[in-house]
């Protein structure tokens, strides 16, 4: 059985450009969330999708948003990069929402330079 | 406001020994606590989880230890071993709230 799929694993973009990273949950998955960790903050939560909706957001700016496909892959865009967003970023793939039987994907490394 | 703090930030056991984890949380509508496990380059991956309902459950080698009245609860590890070295994080979360507060890791180490 796969598992969870995040592309690209490390990514290297310059202040002030645009990233779009993705997320392939495990199949029959139908949540994906998305989390930040940072040495600093440690893992915080960015936000949840279940059924192409977003069902929660944590307290980042409005330059993280987010997408859920019919499929359930799920993608994550930052815009106006800023040096403090390098992190790696986290998705979770669970049957149904909630964090009941969450399985993560090993991230995407982002580095902005 | 962090929600949830996890001590201490790094643990050195030698080989056979028992590691400790602890955790403190202050919302008391939290209802789930899980322990996770986290490799270099790798995502975490659930290890055991407990609701407040229970004051201990084990799996294996990997105990969680539940004191509501303190709101605290812990991970233990007995006869740790070299491939238990990684970081571990304590979360929690409430019904309804479908995302999980972490602490801030242990990285263990143990020694052979």
């Known amino acids: 059985k796969a598992g969870v799929t995040q592309t690209p694993r490390y990514l290297i973009k310059t202040r002030g450009q645009q990233v779009t990273l993705s997320c392939s949950p495990i199949?029959?998955?139908?949540?994906v969330s998305w989390y930040q960790q940072t040495p600093g903050q440690g893992l915080q939560f960015l936000f949840e999708?279940?059924?192409?909706?977003?069902?929660n957001k944590g307290n980042f700016p409005g330059r993280f948003s987010g997408r859920q496909f019919s499929n359930s892959r799920s993608e994550m865009n930052v815009s106006t990069l800023e040096l403090g967003d390098s992190a790696l970023y986290l998705c979770?793939?669970?049957?149904?929402?909630?964090?009941?039987?969450?399985?993560f994907g090993s991230g995407t490394r982002l580095t902005v330079v | 406001q962090q929600q949830v703090k996890q001590s201490p930030q790094s643990l050195i056991v030698q080989k056979g020994g028992i590691s400790i984890i602890n955790c403190a949380y202050e919302?008391?509508?939290?209802?789930?606590f899980p322990w996770y496990q986290q490799f270099p380059g790798k995502g975490p991956a659930l290890l055991i989880a407990?609701?407040?309902?229970?004051s201990e459950k084990k799996e294996g080698r990997f105990t969680i230890s539940f004191n509501k009245s303190a709101k605290q609860f812990s991970l233990h590890i007995m006869d740790s071993q070299p491939g238990d070295s990684a970081t571990y994080f304590c979360?929690?979360?409430?019904?309804?709230?479908?995302?999980?507060?972490f602490g801030q890791g242990t990285r263990l180490t143990i020694n052979p």
């Open positions: 919302n008391t509508a939290f209802d789930y």
């Open positions: 979360a929690a979360s409430k019904q309804g709230a479908q995302k999980l507060v």
């Open positions: 999708y279940f059924s192409e909706t977003q069902r």
């Open positions: 199949s029959g998955h139908r949540s």
């Open positions: 407990i609701r407040p309902d229970v």
């Open positions: 979770a793939s669970s049957v149904t929402q909630g964090v009941y039987g969450y399985t």
